[in-house]
């Protein structure tokens, strides 16, 4: 009994030795990413190629479907979203924009996202630095805009954002799975 | 006899549970990096080499969440990390990808930004809060490190003229090696410890500011 319990403890220590680099945290999951406008800025900006300077920048984190459902299901309908995963969406602009014909500060905001099966509703919000929309507070809003859902044919694996040009400024691109949603931003 | 084939038999499979949980481990961590990154997306290809966010103090978001509220806020920062996938990383060559005495951006990507939410003291200079870029310059027993006020930009070709600080660090070995860059605060008695550690080697730059709400 005595030479099981030993072997027993040397197995555990086997196997806690794999945890060693337990304070390295591991590569995310749902990795973050960063989109900015102009498309690519940063590496525009090195090569002199910048035409405009930077008006946006977010930063988002990248859930991934691996085979779930997502809209409806993992991503309720009705309530709101952090519009990623983790660290809840920031935006920052870089001079004064308008959406919906109200007018935001230049600053960093939260995005969040109350998808339903016709129409999202977009929130720009003033919280920062916190996880989820779990302590998501509708007085720190700043604006809500509604935008209509687009089914694509193309699958996202991953959930996306992406600036491009527009009308009056440039639009905000965003989807997962085969919605997609655009936001226009005018400058 | 009987007693002996049960001891033996409990060993195998003592043995054998822990190999599967080491190999299981491993692999899928693999797995989910490749699987991650060649996901399938119209839009935006998911990035080789991920952005990650590191908080001071850590997990700050999250604590903020469970209703921590002691904590304060002091730095937040963003970089990305690539993988070493059997590379040289530090030496003296200038086929390395960190070659010694040349800038290197601490990740990839876009250049490694940190913002402080307060004032703060490094290596006796006090460095106001704001947001900046930081690099290094490594070197075989330490890395010199800078901050500089150029953001929003790529990490290559970075601007010197734009430098606003620099503080020399020493460097000290990472045991067992880290296969993916890595940066992340450790609390200290006076602040915090940014630790930077990639494959084989680690440096610390301590940070000091006050602990109170």
Redesign the interface.
């Known amino acids: 009994m005595k ?2 319990t030993l ?2 403890i040397g ?2 220590f ?2 806690l ?2 945890m ?2 337990s ?7 749902s ?6 406008y102009p498309v690519n ?3 525009l ?2 090569q002199d190629k910048a035409q405009e300077p ?1 008006a946006a ?1 977010i ?1 988002y984190s ?1 859930p ?1 479907k691996n085979n779930r459902v997502i809209f409806g299901d993992l991503v309720d309908y009705n309530k709101v979203w952090r519009f990623g995963a983790n ?1 809840n969406t920031e935006i920052e602009f ?1 001079k004064d924009v308008t959406i919906n014909k109200i007018k935001i500060k230049k600053g960093k905001y939260s995005i969040f996202a109350i998808p339903a099966q016709d129409k999202w509703t977009i929130i720009i919000n003033k919280d920062l ?4 929309s ?2 998501y507070e509708l007085s720190k809003d700043v604006v809500r805009v509604d935008v209509p859902v687009q089914v ?1 044919t ?5 959930f ?3 600036f491009e040009k527009a009308k009056d400024g440039f639009a905000i ?1 965003a ?1 997962w799975d085969n919605i ?1 949603i655009t936001l226009p931003i005018s400058m | 006899m009987n007693r002996s084939l049960t ?1 033996l038999s ?2 195998f499979t ?2 054998i ?3 599967t ?2 190999a299981k ?2 692999n899928t ?1 693999d797995a ?2 490749d ?2 990154t060649n ?6 290809k ?2 080789q080499s ?6 001071c103090p850590a997990n ?3 604590e ?2 469970k209703g921590n509220d002691s904590l304060k ?1 002091i730095a ?1 920062l ?1 970089y990305s ?1 690539p993988h070493k996938k059997g590379r040289a990383l530090f030496g003296e060559s200038k086929d390395n990808l960190c070659a010694y005495n040349v800038p290197w951006r601490l990740g990839a ?3 490694t930004e940190i913002q402080f939410f307060e004032n703060v003291n490094i290596a006796g200079q006090n460095i106001l809060k704001g947001t900046y870029v930081l690099y290094c310059i490594p070197h075989a027993d330490r890395w010199t490190i800078i901050f500089n006020s150029n953001l ?3 990490g ?2 970075i601007n010197e003229s734009k430098d606003v600080f620099k503080t020399d660090i020493p460097v000290t070995k990472q045991e ?1 090696p ?1 296969e ?1 860059f ?1 940066m ?1 605060f ?1 609390d200290t008695p006076t602040g915090a410890n940014l630790i930077m ?1 990639w494959d084989n080697v680690k440096s610390v730059l301590p940070i000091i500011f006050s602990k109170g709400k």
């Open positions: 030479r099981i072997i027993f197995s555990l086997f196997a030795g794999s060693g680099q304070t390295i945290p591991a590569i995310d999951k990795p973050l990413d960063m989109s900015t800025y940063p590496l900006k090195i930077i920048r930063l990248r991934v660290e870089f630095n916190s996880w989820g779990f302590k694509t193309e699958i996202a694996e991953a996306f954002i992406y691109n989807g997609k | 001891r409990v060993f003592l043995f549970l822990s190999c949980t080491v481990k491993e961590a989910s990096i699987s991650i996901s399938t997306n119209p839009y935006v998911m990035d991920p952005l990650d966010l590191s908080w700050y978001p999250i903020k969440m806020l937040k963003t990390r990507n876009e250049a929003s930009t790529w290559l070709h067992p880290i993916d890595t992340l450790e550690a």
